[in-house]
């Protein structure tokens, strides 16, 4: 398909770690990304990856991609209250004008103490 | 990381009128992208718009509902022309970072047509 696909909600307990699963679908993808919305506010970078790594690392947050399966998924360890949000996942697809960034609908996380 | 104001924040507007959008950033920039989330969604990319050149805009958007302008390297307008209900939406607008790619997002501009 044309779309950027990801699991609408995960419910986690406080403390547990929270995967976010995406599957995107532009190979060309030359980087990949991770948006935090909190309620009410705007569009937040989480992280990137470059799309000739496999995995990336930033304090809490990692990145694993999987280019063969165009499979990207965020971990957040440790997971607090505090990342309730709706988490979307983003692919950059180029066409005549530029290159934008093509988003999925977003995954609701629910982090209950 | 680049800066980016819209105004108005939000509006509510009446069926059948228009509402000009105005997006300003604090550097130069070659391309902005105009986005719409609709309540409840994700982004959508209305259109693209390179400084000097006509908008492109992406599959379901046309240059007679939602004209842009781009009169310069650090602004830019999006009009909603016509607005019915479905119209209802926060419009962004977004500018990429060099290299990377990613987007810095203006706050966004939340419209309710009634």
């Known amino acids: 398909g044309e779309d950027v696909e990801q699991s609408l909600f995960l419910s986690v307990r406080e403390g547990d770690s929270s995967v976010i699963n995406c599957t995107y679908t532009?190979?060309?993808?030359?980087?990949l990304y991770w948006y935090k919305q909190e309620p009410g506010a705007g569009l937040q970078l989480l992280t990137y990856?470059?799309?000739?790594?496999d995995m990336k690392q930033d304090q809490r947050l990692t990145v694993l991609l999987n280019k063969k399966d165009k499979h990207l998924s965020l971990r957040i360890a440790d997971t607090q209250t505090g990342d309730s949000a709706i988490y979307f996942c983003?692919?950059?697809?180029?066409?005549?004008?530029?290159?934008?960034?093509?988003f999925g609908k977003g995954t609701t996380l629910s982090v209950s103490s | 990381s680049a800066v980016i104001s819209q105004k108005p924040s939000r509006d509510i507007c009446q069926r059948g009128t228009s509402l000009t959008i105005q997006c300003q950033v604090d550097?130069?920039?070659?391309?902005m992208f105009w986005y719409r989330q609709q309540p409840g969604q994700s982004l959508t990319l209305i259109a693209t718009a390179n400084q000097g050149s006509e908008a492109t805009y992406e599959s379901g958007f046309v240059i007679d509902k939602f004209p842009i302008s781009r009169p310069n390297l650090t602004f830019s307008t999006l009009t909603v022309s016509n607005m019915s209900p479905e119209d209802s939406s926060i419009y962004l607008c977004?500018?990429?970072?060099?290299?990377?790619?990613?987007?810095?997002f203006g706050e966004g501009s939340r419209l309710t047509v009634l």
């Open positions: 983003a692919e950059s697809r180029s066409n005549q004008a530029g290159t934008a960034l093509i």
């Open positions: 977004s500018v990429p970072r060099a290299g990377t790619g990613e987007l810095f």
């Open positions: 990856i470059f799309s000739n790594m």
């Open positions: 550097s130069q920039v070659t391309m």
């Open positions: 532009d190979s060309s993808s030359t980087y």
